[in-house]
């Protein structure tokens, strides 16, 4: 057998034989898929358990779920799919509709049935029909009700051609499995032969030759369009498990979600837009509650301040121009002195090196400031004004601890008002206790199409509103749809 070494690995051994020559060569072949799915299910699930155990509650163990629970199957029938694996495109929406699905099953047959084959030959229609009792299911012989009942007497999986063959016709596993191979390539030839051997079989079983020549060009039919149900039903649980996930735990599951997604900008906007219709809030970044990722955390209402309301926080790492190394600084820094105050307070704490100048930018852009530049009444373009200011104050305070030197305002204790929360920092206007005023230069603020265009270079989008926004009245006075309802019909807008 023809083999190589790859460079750098000393122990792996590569066998250059394609995968039906290993196969006759006698070895086993695995395909393995990696899906991102699974970072998403387990992402939700460590956002949902973190919260679970700081309420001293029972955390979620997937594998507990029940699977027939009729609130999930109700909003997939609905279509109301978003981030749900395998079930987002419009195809399958559509098909969803028509189906209906009530119990795992019909979801394990519907990631069988949806793909070329089946939807061409006519296979999904009739599933759906037999389904919803306006076709009769029929069984050609009493043995076949077992293996086909699940289907309403469609043959979707493999696992059934076989089974199929076994009950009828006396085949072993092995054996069955050969007639399925060859059932699934087509050839004449090898199906006249597999045919004789499937026939005579059913003889040695008392089975009529009619039903049995009527199974047999059953199964050829369904044998190309056959899928394999283990692999169906792997998929059907995580389609199950994501969708559960998204009908108990919406806020988590979109924040996983845009975690996964925060390098994709067009998900990251299709899923913050579905958020918002399902009235859950996203909102910007913010230097003192955003971790890394996306996260969630509670927020009082402003007309019940006793009420919390759980909410979407964009996540610094998803911020353009702010690497991961950035982030850890910055997040370093809040958790050893708490809070930041103000952008002076800011650059004066954090690692400079990590968080240059580019990145105080980006963050300024996004927004990420607007929760300590709002609290000392300064707008987003004078914080912006500030940060050559704050970055040489921030040097120069570096430089003199280095030195080993320091003001005699902090030799005596001063430079700080930590009852009034301020660090020797200043309101807007220059009011600050500290040895220096933090003063926010005057300059012209950003006009809202300003402002939007700076949130769309750093965050891939507009978080804060759109440019069309001033214009919906008149886009509704001369439109009777939109893109999204397009979309979701499968039109072309």
Same mark, same amino acid.
């Given at each position: 057998?023809?083999?190589?070494?790859?460079?750098?690995?000393?122990?792996?051994?590569?066998?250059?034989?394609?995968?039906?020559?290993?196969?006759?060569?006698?070895?086993?072949?695995?395909?393995?898929?990696?899906?991102?799915?699974?970072?998403?299910?387990?992402?939700?699930?460590?956002?949902?358990?973190?919260?679970?155990?700081?309420?001293?509650?029972?955390?979620?163990?997937?594998?507990?779920?029940?699977?027939?629970?009729?609130?999930?199957?109700?909003?997939?029938?609905?279509?109301?799919?978003?981030?749900?694996?395998?079930?987002?495109?419009?195809?399958?929406?559509?098909?969803?509709?028509?189906?209906?699905?009530?119990?795992?099953?019909?979801?394990?047959?519907?990631?069988?049935?949806?793909?070329?084959?089946?939807? $061409?030959?006519?296979?999904?229609?009739?599933?759906? $029909?037999?389904?919803?009792?306006?076709?009769?299911?029929?069984?050609?012989?009493?043995?076949?009700?077992?293996?086909?009942?699940?289907?309403?007497?469609?043959?979707?999986?493999?696992?059934?051609?076989?089974?199929?063959?076994?009950?009828?016709?006396?085949?072993?596993?092995?054996?069955?499995?050969?007639?399925?191979?060859?059932?699934?390539?087509?050839?004449?030839?090898?199906?006249?032969?597999?045919?004789?051997?499937?026939?005579?079989?059913?003889?040695?079983? *008392?089975?009529?030759?009619?039903?049995?020549?009527?199974?047999?060009?059953?199964?050829?039919?369904?044998?190309?369009?056959?899928?394999?149900?283990?692999?169906?039903?792997?998929?059907?649980?995580?389609?199950?498990?994501?969708?559960?996930?998204?009908?108990?735990?919406?806020?988590?599951?979109?924040?996983?979600?845009?975690?996964?997604?925060?390098?994709?900008?067009?998900?990251?906007?299709?899923?913050?837009?579905?958020?918002?219709?399902?009235?859950?809030?996203?909102?910007?970044?913010?230097?003192?509650?955003?971790?890394?990722?996306?996260?969630?955390?509670?927020?009082?209402?402003?007309?019940?301040?006793?009420?919390?309301? *759980?909410?979407?926080?964009?996540?610094?790492?998803?911020?353009?121009?702010?690497?991961?190394?950035?982030?850890?600084?910055?997040?370093?820094?809040?958790?050893?002195?708490?809070?930041?105050?103000?952008?002076?307070?800011?650059?004066?704490?954090?690692?400079?090196?990590?968080?240059?100048?580019?990145?105080?930018?980006?963050?300024?852009?996004?927004?990420?400031?607007?929760?300590?530049?709002?609290?000392?009444?300064?707008?987003?373009?004078?914080?912006?004004?500030?940060?050559?200011?704050?970055?040489?104050?921030?040097?120069?305070?570096?430089?003199?601890?280095?030195?080993?030197?320091?003001?005699?305002?902090?030799?005596?204790?001063?430079?700080?008002?930590?009852?009034?929360?301020?660090?020797?920092?200043?309101?807007?206007?220059?009011?600050?206790?500290?040895?220096?005023?933090?003063?926010?230069?005057?300059?012209?603020?950003?006009?809202? *199409?300003?402002?939007?265009?700076?949130?769309?270079?750093?965050?891939?989008?507009?978080?804060?509103?759109?440019?069309?926004?001033?214009?919906?009245?008149?886009?509704?006075?001369?439109?009777?749809?939109?893109?999204?309802?397009?979309?979701?019909?499968?039109?072309?807008?």
């Amino acid at each position: 057998m023809p083999c190589f070494r790859p460079a750098g690995d000393e122990d792996g051994i590569v066998t250059q034989y394609d995968k039906d020559m290993v196969e006759k060569a006698g070895l086993v072949k695995f395909d393995f898929l990696g899906l991102k799915t699974l970072t998403v299910i387990q992402t939700c699930l460590d956002i949902v358990n973190k919260e679970k155990a700081a309420a001293s509650q029972e955390i979620l163990d997937l594998s507990l779920i029940p699977l027939d629970d009729a609130s999930v199957y109700k909003m997939i029938s609905a279509a109301d799919v978003t981030g749900v694996f395998q079930l987002e495109s419009s195809g399958f929406r559509e098909l969803l509709k028509k189906l209906k699905p009530d119990c795992f099953e019909d979801i394990v047959a519907a990631g069988a049935l949806y793909r070329p084959g089946p939807l $061409e030959g006519g296979m999904v229609d009739d599933f759906i $029909e037999r389904k919803h009792g306006r076709k009769r299911v029929e069984y050609d012989h009493p043995s076949l009700e077992p293996i086909l009942k699940d289907t309403y007497g469609v043959i979707v999986y493999q696992e059934q051609v076989m089974q199929i063959s076994s009950a009828l016709a006396g085949y072993s596993l092995g054996k069955a499995d050969l007639l399925r191979r060859a059932m699934g390539k087509k050839k004449a030839e090898a199906m006249a032969k597999e045919k004789e051997a499937f026939l005579g079989g059913a003889k040695d079983k *008392k089975i009529d030759a009619k039903i049995a020549e009527r199974v047999f060009d059953l199964m050829e039919k369904f044998a190309g369009y056959g899928f394999n149900r283990s692999h169906s039903a792997a998929y059907g649980l995580l389609t199950y498990q994501t969708a559960y996930l998204k009908r108990y735990f919406p806020v988590e599951f979109f924040a996983a979600l845009l975690t996964c997604d925060k390098d994709d900008t067009d998900a990251v906007v299709k899923f913050i837009s579905e958020a918002k219709s399902a009235a859950i809030s996203v909102l910007r970044p913010d230097v003192n509650e955003s971790d890394k990722d996306f996260s969630v955390i509670e927020q009082s209402e402003q007309e019940k301040q006793d009420k919390k309301n *759980k909410v979407i926080r964009f996540g610094l790492g998803a911020v353009k121009g702010v690497g991961e190394g950035a982030v850890d600084v910055i997040k370093e820094a809040r958790d050893a002195g708490g809070p930041f105050l103000s952008i002076f307070d800011f650059c004066k704490r954090v690692d400079g090196r990590k968080v240059n100048r580019k990145v105080l930018e980006a963050l300024a852009k996004a927004g990420a400031f607007d929760g300590v530049a709002q609290g000392n009444g300064v707008s987003r373009a004078r914080l912006f004004l500030a940060i050559d200011m704050a970055t040489e104050r921030a040097a120069e305070a570096q430089r003199e601890r280095e030195s080993g030197q320091t003001s005699l305002l902090a030799l005596f204790g001063g430079g700080s008002d930590k009852k009034n929360g301020t660090n020797g920092t200043s309101n807007g206007n220059g009011n600050g206790h500290g040895l220096f005023e933090d003063k926010y230069p005057e300059g012209d603020e950003w006009m809202p *199409k300003e402002l939007l265009a700076y949130e769309k270079e750093s965050l891939g989008f507009y978080i804060s509103g759109h440019p069309l926004d001033r214009f919906a009245s008149e886009i509704k006075r001369f439109t009777n749809t939109t893109a999204l309802a397009c979309f979701e019909k499968g039109e072309r807008a």
